[in-house]
T-cell receptor
Framework: NAGVTQTPKFQVLKTGQSMTLQCAQD?????MSWYRQDPGMGLRLIHYSVGAGITDQGEVPNGYNVSRSTTEDFPLRLLSAAPSQTSVYFC?????????????FGSGTQLSVL | GNSVTQMEGPVTLSEEAFLTINCTYTATGYPSLFWYVQYPGEGLQLLLK?????DKGSNKGFEATYRKETTSFHLEKGSVQVSDSAVYFC??????????????FGKGTTLSVSS
């Protein structure tokens, strides 16, 4: 199994550009989420989904949109990139929304906004 | 709100040394506690977890005990190896929104082991 696959691995944007970070999982997981990782900040939750058609905001949702049209895919959209969105982005999934569930992480997308 | 505090790094050790990485938490209720590890260039992987007070999680020689009285979940290993060099994150789970859950992460502790 591929697990959680993120593309691209690296991306450079100019301020104001838009782009979509892709995330796909092949484990039939119900729960998917996006985190951003910044130096000295740990990981912070951006958005999450508990199933197809259901999404909700996390701790730092501003500037990001998500949708969940299928169980497998959970893309993260930046509508107008800002330098403050320079970060490493991780997609993660788990079998269900339980508090004890193990999260499976993708290998990350390193985004730079100039 | 809920939070996790980890000891500042980096932690630099020689091979076969004893490792402790401190983690304390603030939470309402009874969260599950986790240690995740991130090797260079990779995503995070679950190392171990504990779901209730006095539980001990263990994996690959690492262990941590859920201490409710001290709100702590310290990570220990008796003899580290060079291959243990990585960033270690302590985390707790909490309810988020109407139906979701979220992991609250500490800032991470970088471990560097030399031979």
């Amino acid at each position: 199994n591929a697990g959680v696959t993120q593309t691209p691995k690296f991306q450079v944007l100019k301020t104001g550009q838009s782009m979509t970070l892709q995330c796909a999982q092949d484990m039939n997981h119900e729960y998917m989420s996006w985190y951003r990782q910044d130096p000295g900040m740990g990981l912070r939750l951006i958005h999450y989904s508990v199933g197809a058609g259901i999404t909700d905001q996390g701790e730092v949702p501003n500037g990001y949109n998500v949708s969940r049209s299928t169980t497998e895919d959970f893309p993260l959209r930046l509508l107008s990139a800002a330098p403050s969105q320079t970060s490493v982005y991780f997609c993660a999934s788990s079998f269900d929304r339980g508090l004890n569930e193990k999260l499976f992480f993708g290998s990350g997308t390193q985004l730079s906004v100039l | 709100g809920n939070s996790v505090t980890q000891m500042e790094g980096p932690v630099t050790l020689s091979e076969e040394a004893f490792l402790t990485i401190n983690c304390t938490y603030t939470a309402t209720g009874y969260p599950s506690l986790f240690w995740y590890v991130q090797y260079p260039g990779e995503g995070l992987q679950l190392l171990l977890k504990a779901t209730k007070a006095d539980d001990k999680g263990s994996n690959k020689g690492f262990e941590a005990t859920y201490r409710k009285e001290t709100t702590s979940f310290h990570l220990e290993k008796g003899s580290v190896q060079v291959s243990d060099s990585a960033v270690y994150f302590c985390a707790l789970s909490e309810r988020s929104g109407q139906a979701g859950t979220a992991l609250i992460f500490g800032k991470g502790t970088t471990l560097s082991v030399s031979s």
